[in-house]
């Protein structure tokens, strides 16, 4: 047993020198980004939790083995997100577990929806030496007696992330402490000293972006680039090509650097629950007796979806479907509408004339351009625009969708520059939908778009107690159906 003892010791001298991998592979990380970077936690409008099960190299016993479980979300702000994450990582006598806690807050940056995010996780970190395994003549041996050589101490992460538009590139540093672990129950055999097992500090760099190939939010294709550097080892790049689409459905190949080629694919399943599986083939020296790694990742993700609400699942979902098989139908009467722009007109100014009531609505609605110009011209605060409506004329929507576009930054900002210098001015900030789906699930999409321009305005320093907001469901005032996906504001108080 003494001998054992005494190769484990040079064994983790040796991790120690070397500075080995410490950190865990996976695959998913394209899709879980947080699992590497803490400036990710809670980026998404929902929370989500993922769970990730890796078995590598299946035909030699001791094989890697790596479990992996994180639970993230943001806080009601959008500025800032919370995020657990605990990990397990076996090869042969060797296993680590960690668990860590972690924050973001991200600073929003410019006009052209610039994000700079910086995120923290504390965590602890346990490093074992499991001697249960061990074939040893004399199991009675005391040098045994204590199956596990075990040493504990604490971890930390930092990570940044910058994003523009469809584009983010972010850096992480794991195990940014870089401390040292002691196993009081293994001495060098060489200088009679406690073993130390070396936490070697990491940082991983990562840039990715998220190309619309068609324009129309269907299919997305995803490349993607990762380098692992570690001071006292070679770096390792990975370089992903992903295919996505609708989130519904993705696949697509990784390649790591000396390492193996990954197949993936993942699907969404009932809206809120996903799954994927990652398959790696060995391309290194040594892939005859290291064949393939396997890597299967579920999860379930909820908030930021009607899908919440349980009387508006089967809704929703019968919507959804109809408006995947009449795609085609919509598009061909949305140009017929178009190119009856010119009747629909008239018929809508015969029809005015014959409507005092509509009239006098129509009378309050001003361009956007006509809201300008009553402020350069001093009459914004005079009590006379108190009632008006004011249309914009960029800030329209995709079919159920309700994030800001970039065309309707321009606007947006314009108005965030009046509503600064006129603090005593309050809007109502209202949204609309088209005549598209059930009554329910439109006054529900239009608050979300009032919602939307509401944060925007808040995010650029506007005072939130100047904005009110309210959904007004179904909207046929206008021709067409994008112009019925808008938002407009109404002068509420000067």
């Known amino acids: ?45 929902f929370g989500q939790v993922y769970l990730i099960n890796r078995n590598q190299w299946g035909n030699i016993p001791g094989a890697p083995k790596t479990q ?12 800032a997100g919370i995020g657990l994450g605990v990990y397990r990582d076996v090869a042969g006598q060797f296993n680590i577990t960690g668990g860590s806690a972690a924050y973001r807050y991200t600073l929003n940056l410019g006009t052209s929806g610039q994000k700079l995010s910086f995120g923290l996780a504390l965590g602890v970190l346990n490093n074992r030496i499991d001697l249960n395994d061990l074939r040893v003549r004399n199991p009675l041996d005391p040098a045994i007696v204590n199956a596990y050589q075990g040493a504990t101490g604490f971890d930390a992460n930092f990570g940044v992330n910058y994003e523009i538009a469809d584009f983010n590139v972010g850096l992480s540093v794991p195990q940014i402490i870089g401390n040292s672990l002691a196993y009081d129950a293994i001495r060098n055999p060489v200088t009679d000293s ?14 990715g972006y998220r190309w619309d190939i068609k324009g129309d939010q269907s ?38 650097s000396e390492y193996a080629a990954t197949v993936a694919a993942g699907l969404r399943l009932a809206q809120q629950f996903v799954a994927g599986y990652a398959y790696d083939i060995s391309v290194h020296n040594v892939r005859k007796y290291t064949q393939g790694a396997h890597e299967v990742m579920i999860g379930y993700q909820w908030g930021g979806s009607p899908m919440d609400d349980p009387e508006l699942k089967k809704k929703f979902k019968q919507i959804d479907e109809k408006l995947d098989g009449d795609q085609k139908q919509i ?3 949305a140009d017929e509408t178009k190119k009856n722009k010119d009747d629909i007109e008239k018929n809508t100014d015969d029809i005015e004339d014959n409507d005092d009531e509509l009239d006098e609505i129509r009378d309050k609605i001003k361009t956007f351009e006509q809201f ?100 007004y469901g179904e909207d046929n005032s206008f021709p067409t159906l994008q112009e019925n996906r808008r938002v ?3 002068i509420i108080a000067e």
């Open 1 to 45: 047993m003494k001998k054992v003892l005494i190769f484990i010791a040079f064994v983790v001298l040796g991790l120690t020198q070397g500075f080995a991998q410490q950190v865990p592979l996976y695959s998913h990380y394209y899709y879980n980004q947080f699992l590497y970077n803490p400036a990710l936690a809670g980026s998404e409008s």
């Open 372 to 471: 300008m110009q009553d402020y350069k011209d001093g009459k914004l605060g005079s009590g006379g625009q108190l009632g008006k409506v004011y249309t914009f004329n960029n800030v329209y929507f995709a079919t159920n969708k309700w994030n800001i576009r970039t065309d309707a930054r321009g606007e947006l900002d314009n108005l965030v520059d009046v509503l600064k210098k006129n603090p005593n001015v309050k809007i109502e900030v209202a949204g609309h939908a088209d005549q598209r789906g059930s009554e329910s699930y439109n006054d529900w999409l239009s608050n979300k778009r009032a919602v939307a321009v509401r944060d925007y305005l808040i995010n650029k320093g506007v005072n939130a107690s100047q904005l009110e907001v309210k959904g």
């Open 68 to 79: 992996a479980l994180t639970v993230d979300g943001p806080l009601r702000s959008q500025n």
């Open 219 to 256: 299919w997305f294709y995803e490349p993607s680039f990762m380098v692992r550097v570690n001071p006292n080892s070679k770096p390792q790049f990975d370089l992903v090509g992903m295919l996505n689409y609708k989130d519904k459905y993705w696949g697509g190949v990784m390649y790591r």
């Open 331 to 333: 598009d061909s009467l």
């Open 488 to 490: 407009e504001f109404k």
């Open 194 to 207: 406690v073993v130390r097992y070396g936490l070697a500090r990491q940082f991983i760099v990562n840039a």
